[in-house]
């Protein structure tokens, strides 16, 4: 059972950067597909992006693309959220989820994921 636990959220100004860690414990990302979500306020959860296995592609929802990116080091172990020029309504609670067999199609739905992280607060000043 892999285990995900996500850390470096905090609260940042707008137009600065912030990156994300999800680090795994209990098995290795290298054969997971990781997403990234985030859920804000009275609002639902969302896709933010995602890094497939095998071939390391990437996919970002509309919102975020040209600002994050996703990389990962499997020899960490880990995947990260690279957050350039946040904005205010960047603010969630941003969680990383890993699942297999995922792919273009499939990545932004978030019951194609098998395991969660707790999630991180991110918090953009204006």
């Known amino acids: 059972q892999v285990q995900l636990v996500e850390s470096g959220g905090g609260l940042v100004q707008a137009g600065d950067s912030m990156r994300l860690s999800c680090d795994a414990s209990?098995?290795?990302?290298?054969?997971?597909?990781v997403g990234w979500f985030r859920q804000a306020p009275g609002k639902e959860r969302e896709f933010v992006g995602g890094?497939?296995?095998?071939?390391?592609?990437?996919y970002y929802a509309e919102p975020v693309k040209g600002r994050f990116t996703i990389s990962r080091d499997n020899a960490k172990n880990t995947v990260y959220l690279q957050m350039n020029s946040p904005k205010p309504e960047d603010t969630a609670v941003y969680y990383c989820?890993?699942?297999?067999?995922?792919?273009?199609?499939?990545?932004?739905?978030?019951?194609?994921?098998?395991?969660w992280g707790q999630g991180t607060q991110v918090t953009v000043s204006s």
């Open positions: 989820a890993a699942g297999t067999f995922l792919n273009m199609a499939t990545m932004a739905a978030a019951a194609k994921y098998s395991y």
């Open positions: 890094i497939r296995w095998g071939n390391y592609m990437t």
């Open positions: 209990g098995g290795t990302l290298r054969n997971y597909g």
